[in-house]
């Protein structure tokens, strides 16, 4: 039997398809305005940096688990700025970033053939994409009564969303727990813009108003990319039930998934202290304050968007129109149909431009 490639069994790579539009908004007078990513774009701190640079004296190999200042840290951030139950050590896990975390989850899970996994109808494509690497069916479904008699090995919920920014409250993550541990279902928690909100409060899965404190079945998901601009580090963690954890650090020690021990140091840094997060939830404030403005004046509704990095917009047309539109002023966004069928009439308008370049994407909507 011939070999078939794994990556046939995977969509085309979306912002692969946005070539045409790349170019033609690139080719106005001013430049283009992309918006079309969540790459941050103002500078890293510079104790993080620091931190980092004294991190890298170390020769040896790092622990897979992280260090215990990190784990510390981790847990401290979760109870400080989110309200988590307080969590052990042995709840925490750094990883390679969220993305290639997210994308291995299932396959470290021992998901595979005959398993599901739900992901929610508007989603971030890397839930899919994690599904379809570890062999198991992805099921798009935002409810427990969409799912019928079947019971799935996962279920990933992300609040607040990307793409839409919509933000689930206790009630809606409360009964989505209680439905899993009723069937003995893993609940993975892509909470990587939690400290992003602007018209809603989120919540972690490790609250404890969600959780009542028993963190069995619960998988949280944290990112540096976003209030700490760590993107290019590379910079998560998993936090959650413990035996969760400790199966998946043995997964990836054996596939030597280890983060480097410099951004150990840099992440621990960053997770200590609160200064350099809320200097940049201020600048996105701001300019999420512009963009929003001009999207709506230049006659677009935007739904949801209460917290997060992006604005999702539409004015009732295919998206890819809408982004053909955007193009022809020089601006580059998402088509909504990135992240499932039901975003197939919005855009996704990122808020990570500099302030110039979001001053100027507002002239051009005005």
């Not at 090995?153 to 009964?175: E, M, Q």
């Not at 541990?181 to 490790?206: K, N």
């Not at 997770?271 to 512009?290: C, G, N, P, T």
């Amino acid at each position: 039997m011939p070999r078939i490639p794994l990556a046939s069994r995977l969509p085309d790579f979306p912002w692969d398809t946005l070539a045409a539009a790349k170019a033609r908004a690139a080719a106005h007078p001013d430049g283009i305005v992309d918006l079309s990513v969540g790459t941050p774009v103002d500078p890293v701190a510079e104790p993080i940096r620091r931190a980092l640079y004294e991190g890298s004296a170390f020769p040896g190999y790092p622990a897979t688990i992280g260090t215990p200042e990190l784990r510390q840290a981790a847990a401290g951030a979760l109870e400080r700025r989110y309200r988590s139950v307080a969590l052990p050590e042995s709840a925490i896990l750094p990883v390679i970033g969220t993305k290639e975390a997210i994308a291995q989850l299932p396959s470290g899970l021992g998901l595979g053939a005959g398993d599901t996994v739900v992901i929610p109808e508007v989603a971030y494509p890397t839930y899919e994409v994690g599904a379809l690497l570890a062999g198991a069916t992805p099921v798009r479904a935002d409810g427990t009564a969409q799912l019928g008699p079947e019971n799935p090995a996962l279920v990933f919920v992300n609040s607040p969303s990307n793409p839409t920014g919509k933000v689930l409250g206790v009630d809606h993550l409360r009964k989505v727990v209680q439905w899993a541990r009723e069937r003995d279902v893993i609940v993975a928690s892509d909470e990587c813009y939690l400290g992003l909100a602007w018209d809603a409060e989120p919540v972690s899965i490790l609250d404890p108003r969600v959780s009542d404190g028993d963190l069995t079945g619960l998988i949280a998901i944290h990112s540096l990319s976003k209030t700490s601009n760590l993107a290019s580090y590379r910079a998560g963690f998993f936090a959650g039930d413990p035996q969760l954890i400790a199966d998946l650090a043995a997964v990836r020690k054996h596939a030597g998934a280890i983060v480097p021990f410099p951004v150990q140091a840099a992440m621990t840094y960053a997770l200590s202290v609160d200064e350099h997060e809320a200097e940049q939830r201020a600048r996105y404030a701001a300019r999420r304050s512009v963009l929003l403005d001009a999207v709506r004046g230049a006659g677009f509704t935007v739904d949801d968007s209460e917290a997060g990095l992006y604005l999702w917009s539409t004015r009732d047309e295919a998206c890819r129109d809408t982004v053909d539109w955007f193009a022809e002023r020089g601006i580059l966004v998402a088509p909504g149909e990135f992240y499932g069928p039901r975003g197939a009439r919005h855009v996704r308008i990122a808020l990570t431009a500099t302030d110039e370049r979001i001053a100027a994407a507002a002239q051009r909507l005005s």
